[in-house]
C-alpha cells in the first residue's frame, strides 16, 4: 500500500475565516483549493489572489484544483504564486503535455483531472509529465455530492495503467469514512475530503480517522 495523503478542500469552510480553516487541519498533510470560473462549472470560487495569500500564510503546501476554462493560460500562475502542486483538467486542456511541462518549469508539480465520464484513455498519452492523476468522483462543481461508484474501477484501471511510475492517484468528491476504505482498496493513495473535514466538529480528528481508514 502506497504512503496515504489526506488533503481537506477548504471548499466546505468558512469562506470568512480560510486563516481559521486552515490552523483547523493541522493532521493534513496538504490542503486542497478548488478554483473554479463559472464557466467550466457552474460554480464561482476564488482565484490568484487569493491563492497567492494562502500560499504565504499556510504553513500546508497548495494543492490547487482549476475548474477553469483555458488552463493553458492560468494554471503556470498559480505555480508561480506559490502551489505546490497545480491540477487542470483534460477536458479543458488545449495542450495538455505542455501544459504539464510549464507547471513543472514553474517549480509546482503537474496533475490532470478526469471528470466522471472523461474515459481514462484520454490520460494515457499525458501520464509520463504528471506527478498526479486526479480521478474525479463527483460532477466537479459543489461540495457534499454522493460518491459515484462508478469511479471505482476507473481507480484500479489508473492504477493499473501508471504501474511503477510512481504518479499519484487522488481521488476527489464524497470521500468520508463510509466511503475511503473502498476507494483505498481500490488503490488510491492522495484523499479530497471537503464535507466530511470541515463539517465534523474536530476537523484534525476527522482528517486523522478517514486517513486510518484509509490505511488499513
Ligand atoms: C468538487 C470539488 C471538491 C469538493 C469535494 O467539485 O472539486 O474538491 O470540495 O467536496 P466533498 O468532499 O464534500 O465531496
Ligand atoms: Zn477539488
Same mark, same amino acid.
Request: charged residues 20%; glycine residues 8%; negative net charge.
Given at each position: 500500500?502506497?504512503?496515504?495523503?489526506?488533503?481537506?478542500?477548504?471548499?466546505?469552510?468558512?469562506?470568512?475565516?480560510?486563516?481559521?480553516?486552515?490552523?483547523?487541519?493541522?493532521?493534513?498533510?496538504?490542503?486542497?483549493?478548488?478554483?473554479?470560473?463559472?464557466?467550466?462549472v457552474p460554480n464561482l470560487?476564488?482565484?490568484?489572489?487569493?491563492?497567492?495569500?494562502?500560499?504565504?500564510?499556510?504553513?500546508?503546501?497548495?494543492?490547487?484544483?482549476?475548474?477553469?476554462?483555458?488552463?493553458?493560460?492560468?494554471?503556470?500562475?498559480?505555480?508561480?504564486?506559490?502551489?505546490? $502542486? *497545480?491540477?487542470?483538467?483534460?477536458?479543458?486542456?488545449?495542450?495538455?503535455?505542455?501544459?504539464?511541462?510549464? =507547471? @513543472? %518549469? +514553474?517549480?509546482?508539480?503537474?496533475?490532470?483531472?478526469?471528470?466522471?465520464?472523461?474515459?481514462?484513455?484520454?490520460?494515457?498519452?499525458?501520464?509520463?509529465?504528471?506527478?498526479?492523476?486526479?480521478?474525479? $468522483? *463527483?460532477?466537479?462543481?459543489?461540495?457534499?455530492?454522493?460518491?459515484?461508484?462508478?469511479?471505482?474501477?476507473? =481507480? @484500479? %484501471? +489508473?492504477?493499473?495503467?501508471?504501474?511503477?511510475?510512481?504518479?499519484?492517484?487522488?481521488?476527489?468528491?464524497?470521500?468520508?469514512?463510509?466511503?475511503?476504505?473502498?476507494?483505498?482498496?481500490?488503490?488510491? $493513495?492522495?484523499?479530497?475530503?471537503?464535507s466530511a473535514v470541515f463539517?465534523?466538529?474536530?476537523?484534525?480528528?476527522?482528517?486523522?480517522?478517514?486517513?486510518?481508514?484509509?490505511?488499513?
Open positions: 500500500m502506497s504512503h496515504v495523503t489526506i488533503h481537506p478542500s477548504i471548499l466546505s469552510a468558512d469562506f470568512a475565516a480560510l486563516g481559521q480553516a486552515l490552523e483547523s487541519i493541522g493532521t493534513a498533510d496538504a490542503v486542497h483549493v478548488d478554483v473554479m470560473d463559472q464557466h467550466f470560487t476564488l482565484g490568484l489572489p487569493v491563492v497567492s495569500r494562502l500560499a504565504e500564510v499556510s504553513s500546508l503546501p497548495l494543492d490547487v484544483h482549476l475548474m477553469i476554462e483555458d488552463p493553458d493560460r492560468w494554471a503556470p500562475q498559480y505555480a508561480e504564486a506559490g502551489a505546490a $502542486s *497545480v491540477t487542470f483538467h483534460a477536458e479543458a486542456a488545449g495542450a495538455p503535455i505542455r501544459l504539464a511541462r510549464e =507547471i @513543472r %518549469a +514553474a517549480g509546482a508539480k503537474a496533475a490532470m483531472a478526469l471528470k466522471p465520464t472523461t474515459p481514462l484513455d484520454v490520460a494515457l498519452p499525458v501520464l509520463d509529465e504528471l506527478d498526479m492523476l486526479l480521478i474525479m $468522483s *463527483v460532477e466537479p462543481g459543489f461540495g457534499g455530492q454522493p460518491f459515484l461508484e462508478s469511479s471505482l474501477p476507473k =481507480i @484500479r %484501471a +489508473a492504477v493499473e495503467a501508471i504501474g511503477s511510475r510512481g504518479i499519484v492517484v487522488q481521488v476527489d468528491g464524497g470521500v468520508s469514512p463510509e466511503t475511503v476504505e473502498r476507494i483505498a482498496e481500490a488503490g488510491a $493513495s492522495c484523499f479530497v475530503a471537503g463539517g465534523a466538529k474536530d476537523p484534525s480528528a476527522a482528517v486523522e480517522k478517514i486517513r486510518g481508514l484509509a490505511a488499513r
